[in-house]
């Protein structure tokens, strides 16, 4: 079976996994597939609700078990968590089954894209309040240097800083097909 029929959007979260993959899906003729919103779905609960209730462990487990469930599809496009692909086991099945897309964007975008939205555990403190700009900075800087070098580790990556979303979607389409398997 070829990767190509599976494309695994990956980023830290304000990096346009959740805009780009369902044009990039409807693109190229495949489905689309949300990872947190699917988790969501499925538990009746917010990401931040399953993470204060359970942990992020929990959290990471649900993952592990969806990407494990879409080895055998085809024609498909999943928005990754901006985590999913840092458990090993998740990073393995996602290396070894799909085209692996980094949407790349720096720390100082993501603090502009994120800095006034509370729905993620990450950006919040434990009590669910919003942290300040200087916490927030550092807590974005610490996870991406944590999660940079497996997402570096994709087969295409693509900038999205200051792209408009169609010619992201443009770019990977045209890196796809002269992606060989």
């Known amino acids: 079976m070829e990767r190509k029929e599976r494309i695994f959007l990956t980023g830290f979260m304000g990096s ?12 190229l003729g495949y489905d689309f597939m949300d990872m947190d919103d699917t988790i969501e779905e499925r538990q009746g609960k917010t990401v931040k609700q399953i993470f204060q209730d359970s942990g992020e462990e929990y959290f990471r487990g ?11 599809k085809k024609h498909l496009v999943v928005s990754l968590g901006g985590g999913t692909i840092v458990d090993p086991s998740n ?6 089954s799909g085209v ?9 975008q993501i603090f502009k894209r994120l800095h006034h939205k509370l729905d993620r555990p990450i950006l919040t403190d434990i009590r669910g309040e919003r942290l300040s700009s200087e916490e927030l900075r550092a807590r974005i800087q610490e996870l991406f240097l944590k999660r940079e070098p497996f997402y570096s580790k994709a ?8 792209e408009r979303v169609g010619i992201t979607v443009d ?4 890196k796809l ?5």
């Open 16 to 27: 346009g996994k959740s805009t780009i993959g369902p044009i990039l899906a409807n693109t």
């Open 62 to 72: 649900l993952e592990r078990s969806i990407i494990n469930e879409l080895v055998g």
């Open 91 to 96: 990073f393995r099945v996602i290396i070894g």
């Open 100 to 108: 692996v897309v980094y949407l790349k964007v720096t720390p100082e």
């Open 155 to 162: 087969d295409i990556i693509v900038p999205t800083d200051d």
């Open 171 to 174: 770019r990977i389409v045209k």
């Open 177 to 181: 097909s002269f992606f060989s398997v």
